[in-house]
């Protein structure tokens, strides 16, 4: 079997941009655009699932092929040998060992890690202090929680909507 490689500038105006060509219009071209788009995230995620959901099938049962192998592509990454680091140079490894704030989070909690940056720093922590919503319902009645909530608007990217439509 021959493969002929997929050119996304050749498939898309000789095969889909036939059948659905740019408009000149540029606010219908911008929809047409979005549209593409969130068509082609799709495809995309649907054809990475069937490309994972094949090679899970190849491994599974063992299949061969006189034309094809299977191999895994990796990067080489460096790290230091941590528990070498501590045996060989413990004084080396003691000015420069960290966690990460993750994970002190998983080991202390989020109170206590909050705890601790106030007693270092308390100007320093107010800038930073967060409160989530499911722990205020945990302590306030459902009456009380409207009064402690701000809805803040986030743009996203602009669309372009018909007149007297809205999304």
């Known amino acids: 079997m021959t493969k002929v490689p997929i050119n996304p500038g050749i498939l898309f105006a000789e095969k889909i941009g036939i059948f659905y060509p740019e408009p000149c219009d540029p606010f219908e071209n911008a929809i047409w655009a979005a549209e593409f788009a969130e068509v082609f995230r799709q495809l995309a995620e649907r054809f990475e699932e069937q490309h994972a959901a094949v090679i899970d099938r190849i491994c599974i049962e063992g299949l061969t092929s006189v034309h094809y192998t299977i191999e895994t592509p990796y990067t080489l990454t460096r790290m230091v040998d941590i528990g070498k680091l501590r045996r060989n140079l413990p004084e080396v490894f003691e000015k420069i060992v960290f966690i990460r704030s993750c994970d002190a989070e998983k080991i202390l909690g989020r109170k206590h890690l909050y705890e601790l940056a106030k007693a270092a720093s308390p100007d320093r922590v107010i800038a930073f202090e967060q409160v989530n919503l499911g722990d205020l319902r945990q302590v306030l009645a ?10 803040v ?4 990217l602009p669309m372009i909507v018909p007149l007297g439509e809205t999304p």
Not at 142 to 151: G, K, L, M, R, T
Not at 153 to 156: D, F, L, N
């Open 142 to 151: 459902e009456s009380e929680i409207p009064a402690y909530i701000s809805v």
């Open 153 to 156: 608007k986030k743009p996203q």
